[in-house]
């Protein structure tokens, strides 16, 4: 029954940020900037607190390396989208 609840949430997390891309919007004269952002960031959030909620079960071990690897998935998506969005307040700096 728990395993079953874990992985139905683990589940819902890879199909909520599979329905959820990144948008590129045209910006100025050939220029394009990331669109929806602070949604997408918002997800990205609490996508990682789901998942390593379901890492703190006791009843994860036979799930356990597949959620792991969603949550080093998502963090290196929330890494690029920051990373990104540092580089568009660069550009729309200077």
């Known amino acids: 029954m728990q ?3 874990l992985k139905e ?3 819902s ?3 909520t940020l599979a329905e959820n891309d990144m948008m590129i919007k045209p910006y100025k004269e050939g220029g394009y900037v990331l669109g929806g952002v ?3 960031t918002i997800i990205l959030d609490e996508s990682l607190a ?3 909620n379901t890492l703190a079960n006791r009843y994860i071990k036979p799930l356990k390396k ?3 690897k969603l949550s080093q998935d998502i963090q290196l998506i929330i890494k690029i989208d920051q990373t990104c969005c540092f580089f568009v307040v660069l ?3 200077f």
Do not use: I, P, Q, S
Request: no cysteine; charged share 35%; aromatic share 0%.
């Open 3 to 5: 395993e079953r609840n």
């Open 9 to 11: 949430t683990l589940g």
């Open 13 to 15: 997390v890879e199909k």
């Open 38 to 40: 602070d949604e997408l």
């Open 50 to 52: 789901n998942v390593n």
């Open 66 to 68: 597949g959620a792991e």
């Open 91 to 93: 550009l729309l700096l």
